[in-house]
């Protein structure tokens, strides 16, 4: 505990915030929902046993919450992307860049000069700058195309629709046609996560919202872990490479970041 005396560690992050915002949990006093944890000891922390509203839901490794299939509830109404949608014309002078951080939510931003062919400007595996894109899904729209770094895709294309706040399908590549075969993986799937090479490709479905699976956390989990070492094995050195990714549409978190409606400076709280 780094020297903190443990139960000053365990106040500050269960009992203040429930008094601070008068929850009516949390401080199992009399009269309040048994929601607890049992631990084998305050140096491991190994949960032995879960108990939520005063009855066991966890033991022994084992979780006893019956499993519920639910209605599949979600809103996805755009077509497939092309390929040509992803240009970006050659433009005169340095634009800004997304620089991805490890395990922060927060970006830095630079100005740089992208590579570019044939008068469109593409990504730059030499230089670690490559095009990241967010899709609208709730509506047929022309597709928002920047430049991130720090993702260091080789042969390969990420997308999610865990994107945040809006949800949108938002995608990295060095490749434009990768990055279109990774998005219309979660077009035809409503949702999910996907990673393309040249010749395989990992994908996984989100079909509640396109945020949520149906399946057991445990097949999810695995194949979370599946994609992610995937993607890994692409060149990115990101420690989770799905989590950063989720991010970079959430504009109000500094420096710089991405929407379906373009580059944001966070900071000016404006679009380039």
Not at 127 to 147: H, T
Request: aromatic letters at 10%; a negative charge; one cysteine or more.
């Amino acid at each position: 505990m780094l020297g903190y005396d443990i139960f000053d560690v365990l106040s500050i992050a269960c009992i203040n915030p429930v008094k601070h915002y008068n929850l009516p949990v949390g401080c199992l006093q009399e009269g309040a929902l048994a929601d607890f944890i049992i631990i084998n000891n305050i140096e491991e922390w190994e949960v032995t046993h879960t108990y939520s509203n005063g009855k066991l839901v966890y033991h022994d490794g084992k979780v006893d919450i019956p499993f519920k299939k639910t209605d599949i509830i979600n809103n996805f109404n755009c077509l497939p992307v092309v390929e040509n949608a992803l240009k970006v014309p050659y433009v005169i002078g340095d634009i800004p860049v997304i620089k991805a951080i490890d395990g922060s939510l927060i970006t830095e931003k630079f100005l740089a000069s992208p590579k570019s062919e044939d008068g469109f400007l593409v990504s730059d595996t030499d230089r670690d700058i490559l095009k990241i894109c967010v899709v609208n899904r709730y509506k047929n729209s022309p597709p928002a195309v920047g430049f991130i770094k720090n993702f260091n895709l080789k042969g390969c294309a990420i997308a999610s629709t865990v994107a945040h706040d809006s949800h949108n399908i938002i995608a990295v590549g060095d490749d434009d046609s990768l990055i279109v075969k990774a998005i219309n993986l979660l077009i035809a799937s409503q949702g999910g996560l996907s990673a393309v090479t040249y010749d395989d490709f990992q994908h996984i479905s989100l079909p509640l919202a396109g945020l949520m699976s149906a399946q057991s956390v445990e097949e999810i989990g695995h194949q979370y872990s599946k994609i992610s070492e995937f993607v890994r094995s692409q060149g990115c050195r990101l420690t989770a490479p799905y989590m950063t990714l989720s991010f970079m549409a959430l504009l109000v978190i500094p420096k710089i970041k991405i929407s379906d409606l373009g580059m944001f400076d966070a900071e000016k709280f404006a679009f380039y």
